[in-house]
């Protein structure tokens, strides 16, 4: 072993002597290039079969058109009311982008009344050209046009998170435990057979720690922004019985009705505009989805647990000034994660929260725990200050 070591300490230093030169991101590449050209055993088990998944285009199915014209009736009139409402519930100057660029098929099909080309939109938003900011199609695709890249992915991301998952976190669970169902035509990772995204992973770890926060047998559970429903599906696993309330902008709400609707044919839905709504409906629906300037008609402290991942944090410092304090004055508890030091820059330079300035009312709540997301770390096989995500848990004082 001691002539190994040595002729490998000479190796990395003439190694290292080059790749200084370029400075700690290209020295980290290198590193990562030298990873993927390994076949890395992650802990012990079986080998795994993994392959990237990135699907074409699919045609949108006819049975689905009474759920679809729902949607779409209900995304007319928020689009009707969102015109009305304050500046606060707008979208950023970032999230407008995203909407005009990945969300043109949306936008356009409402004022042609094309609900063809809504439908198909909804049937294919997982794997859209163009990122949605809600799942990770634009990772796939770009991996799927560089050998490198989809090389990267599979070793450096996709394989170390599941044997992580595996070995600490499946309890007796196999892979099918992390595959959501396909509605929305997602990308992947194949593995074993199973379609895997790259979020549903640290998705699956959070449910499970979200789901011991929760106390009551039929909890109601809020959520701010949950993108197309990824979190609570998996918290379904979790928790089968709960009531949800989901608050987003018109947009991304359609991909979550679908999503969601599709995935519980059996639950009740509540889309915006179907009836007047309040809490009491909670009694004779399972969920509610709401465009977010809704939040307003929640009663005080009548939510068990409210939710919000990667969300405030890229609002306008009034926004989430203003959700937040909605969240404390309607719920008895809060689990968020977001941002620690990144800072968004938006249009009129304004910018967004960092997690230490979000207005909680400390007489109110008790932060319960603090932590780190560990993702990056998981799959990076090295402590990197990159990513400034954490976790939060508050709940009321007793
Ligand atoms: C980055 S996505 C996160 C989605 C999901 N929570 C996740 O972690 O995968 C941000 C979410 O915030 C929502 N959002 C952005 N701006 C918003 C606004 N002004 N009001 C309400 N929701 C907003 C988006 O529609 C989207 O669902």
Redesign the pocket.
Known sequence: MGYKRRIGHWTADILAAGLRLGKQKTYRFFLDALWERYQVSYGDGPPLEAHLWCPDPIRPDAADRPLVERIFSAYRQAKQTQGQVDRL?Q??SM?KNILRTAYQDVTESLQANDIERFHSFLTNFGSWHQPT??EESRLIRQCAIDRHKALHFEQKIMTPLIRWWLKFESDGRDLSALVMPNHGNFGGMSVNGHLISP?SVFTDVYARMIAGFLETDRPLIAE????FG??VYFLSRHQSDFRYIGF??PE?LCCASYFLMKTFPEKRFLLYGEREWDVTCLDDFDFLLLP?FEISKLPDQCVDLFIN???LG??EAA?CEHYVREICRTTKAFWHRNHECRRFLFERGTTSLLNREYPIPQDRFVRVVRYADLRPYVRSDYLECRSDMFWYYYRLRK
């Open positions: 519930y979208p950023s999230w900011g809600i979020g701010l922004g949950g993108g990824r979190l987003d902008l991304t977010s991942e990667n969300s890229e609002l926004a």
